[in-house]
């Protein structure tokens, strides 16, 4: 029943899984099973149940999804069930990794990957390393993310895995975006795109075009980006009816934003990431090309969506922008607040784009308090990451208010 449940979770069909999962649950409670060592089992269903409500809507317990997974790791541990807990290490870091809890994260992955290794299990081997390489990215640790990615990458050439290595080049180019190598991580989406091309493979309707699209609007191509953004949601709306739904649907007047996202448009926690860094990255566009109201609608969404799946990265980056936005309308006190809330966020997470977002953030705060020198200093620090150095994005939307301000400055300051 837990290999039925697997092959219906994987067609997205959770709501069969979950009816799977419950009559397993049934008759292990049977009175003629009380005798039976079934720990192995109840292990697995445990692992199984996780597995299918991170794939939930927007009233998935995370604190309970966790509860499943560690009571599941600790059976595993006693069985030392050695394939199924390097599975339960990877799902636990993950979760924990979305979460902001990178540490923790990060010691669950790196004993998953042990344990794949010593299984000799290459495709585990790979997604480890996929998902340990973003423990690096998301701080900062560009060099590290990139070596373990082309590991996995490796690996995934060796085995012939053609779609789990078009998913790790789009994956490979999110780290180069992060490191500010916008035009080198264009070049790895052309590969994975002629990856799926050459071979008929399915793509999911928008995440290389969400990270081309990126690429375009950093390197200040913004019509170029603006156009690939909004085909992009495009292919999203023609695949889900409920993304249509959030994206166009009316917004409520004097409602807590959140209120919008209600139980009758539910999406699972992949394409709701998906469509928040959809809506966060042309709302980005927009904001460049002085499109206020759009990039506030789109910004807004993102914020909903990536809180309902607590998504760190995407909240905070959301947020800062949004801050970005009110200041440029002279919301100062509106922008107070998501920038706040942005760095809240980042001291939280520790992820390395929001904290850029919160740190150019609290910069131009420091301007609209007539603190010059220190706006100046804090954009300047900013820059020391080739993220902001090499973005048009960053010059153009904060740069060029540090830039005003700073003709304000006596020469010795």
Known sequence: MIWLSTFKRHLWDTASARQVIQQANRLLAYNAMADLDLRAEQARLLLEAAEINTLASVDADTDQIRVFVEQSLTLLRLLNDRWYLAQGLTLLGMLLQRQGSLQESKQLLEEGLILWRELGDPRGTANSLEHLKRAFQVTGKFDESEALSRQAIAIFREVGDQRQLAKCLVALSGTMLHGGKFAESMELVRESIQIHQ???????????????????????????????????????????????????????????????????????????SEVGYMCKDLGRTELALGMDEQSHQHLARAVILFGSIDD?????????????????????GEACEYIRENLAVAKDSHFFLPSLTALCGVALLNIAADVVETAVELYTLAQQHRHVANSCWYADVVGSYIAAAATTLSPTA
């Not at 249509?244 to 394409?271: K, M």
């Open 198 to 272: 050459q071979l008929g493979l399915p793509t999911s309707p928008g995440f290389p075009t969400v990270s081309f699209a990126f690429a375009l609007t950093h390197l200040g191509r913004y019509d170029e980006a603006l156009h690939q953004q909004r085909q992009a949601l495009l292919n999203q709306r023609k695949a889900m009816k409920d993304v249509e739904a959030f994206i166009d649907g009316p917004w409520p007047a004097n409602q807590p934003l959140q209120n919008h996202f209600n139980s009758q448009q539910v999406l699972p926690d992949i394409h709701r």
């Open 312 to 332: 760190l990265n995407g909240l905070g980056q959301s947020l800062g922008c949004l801050g970005f936005l009110a200041y440029k309308q002279q919301a100062y």
